[in-house]
């Protein structure tokens, strides 16, 4: 099972992600209590090891702001909210991207139809902690790298897995102890569950 921890700010949440065993690490950019200036941005990604991936959030941003912001901290893909067009997706193609999106009938939940890389399905409001409806992909899953948020937390990952079977999972609120402050016990506790599930279903 692919992890990814959102929203880190400081270098204890990035060390308490990375050795707990996370594969993303994730920077917010877009406004927001969890947003990160570049400077201590490109300083925490440069101490991530190459193991890890470095992810950008960005909400609904110029695609010239977030190629800037891409360039001066070195982040290793673009996570982008808020229905960008297809046309923001081709301006911004040399950089790794994921696709961030919540679940509506027109959603195409089709992995690379935007030209990304990673698909991330999220509740309406990205980063909120509230929980949606995942009855419609419980049988309608899309295939290939796709993570799951939207609201998960160490004690609700597993039956989310369990429901909808995604590639990752995603998780900000979910391992807070206030909004925008990381718990390290609660992202260690998040990534040995979600991990845990992996080692369970393979044996
Ligand atoms: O975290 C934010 O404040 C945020 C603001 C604007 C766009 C995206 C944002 N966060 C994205 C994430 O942190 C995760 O990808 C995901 O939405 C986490 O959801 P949750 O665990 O429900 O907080």
New binding site residues.
């Given amino acids: 099972m692919y992890v990814k921890v959102?929203?880190l700010r400081t270098e204890g949440d990035v060390a308490a992600a990375v050795g707990a065993g996370a594969d993303a690490v994730?920077f917010?950019f877009?406004a927001?209590?969890?947003k990160i200036d570049i400077p201590t941005a490109r300083k925490l990604i440069a101490d991530v090891p190459p193991n890890v991936l470095t992810v950008g959030?960005f909400?609904k941003q110029p695609a010239e702001e977030v190629r800037e912001i891409a360039l001066a901290t070195g982040v290793g893909i673009l996570?982008l909210?808020g229905d960008y067009p297809h046309e923001t997706f081709a301006e911004l193609a040399e950089f790794r991207l994921m696709r961030?999106t919540s679940l509506t009938p027109e959603t195409d939940i089709t992995v690379g139809a935007f030209g990304e890389e990673l698909l991330?399905l999220?509740?309406p409001q990205?980063?909120?902690?509230?929980r949606w409806d995942l009855t419609p992909i419980a049988s309608s899953r899309p295939e290939g790298q796709w993570l799951l948020?939207?609201?998960?937390n160490p004690g609700n990952v597993r039956a989310a897995i369990d429901a909808v079977r995604p590639w990752g999972v995603?998780?900000?609120?979910?391992v807070e102890s206030s909004r925008g402050v990381k718990d390290h016990d609660l992202i260690r506790a998040f990534v040995a569950e979600a991990k845990r599930i992996t080692a369970d279903k393979s044996s």
């Fill in positions: 959102c929203g994730g917010v877009a927001s209590p969890r959030v909400l996570q909210h961030a991330l999220d509740s990205a980063g909120s902690g509230e948020a939207g609201g998960l995603d998780v900000s609120s979910g």
